[in-house]
Nanobody, 126 residues
């Protein structure tokens, strides 16, 4: 069992940057593979990025490569999403998710994840 709380969202102009955080509490953070997803109004939730439990492996969706970076600090029980070169198309609610694992895998599908945060809103103005 783990509880996840996202923070760091807000209003930013196109071209700007934000860093989202996902604070975890409960079971040891290092036993979870993590992911970021987002959902824009009227659209399905989509995969953004994923990271293995140690942070040694990452994967980013094609539409954010070169702009977003997923990372984690297991000592702080925190997952991050550093976002730069933001565009209005990045406007969405961003969610972190956790999957309990015993290996080094990363996961891009929503159904793999066991726990979800409540989301944090990112709005990018033009």
């Amino acid at each position: 069992q783990v509880q996840l709380v996202e923070s760091g969202g807000g209003l930013v102009q196109a071209g700007g940057s934000l860093r989202l955080s996902c604070a975890a509490s409960g079971r040891a953070f290092s036993t979870y593979a993590m992911g970021w997803f987002r959902q824009a109004p009227g659209k399905e939730r989509e995969f953004v990025a994923a990271i293995s439990r140690s942070g040694g492996t990452t994967y980013h969706a094609e539409f954010v490569k070169g702009r977003f970076t997923i990372s984690r600090d297991n000592a702080k029980n925190t997952l991050y999403l550093q976002m730069s070169s933001l565009t209005p198309e990045d406007t969405a609610s961003y969610y972190c998710a956790a999957k309990y694992v015993t290996g080094t895998g990363i996961y891009t599908q929503e159904y793999h994840y066991d726990f979800w945060g409540q989301g944090t809103q990112v709005t990018v103005s033009s």
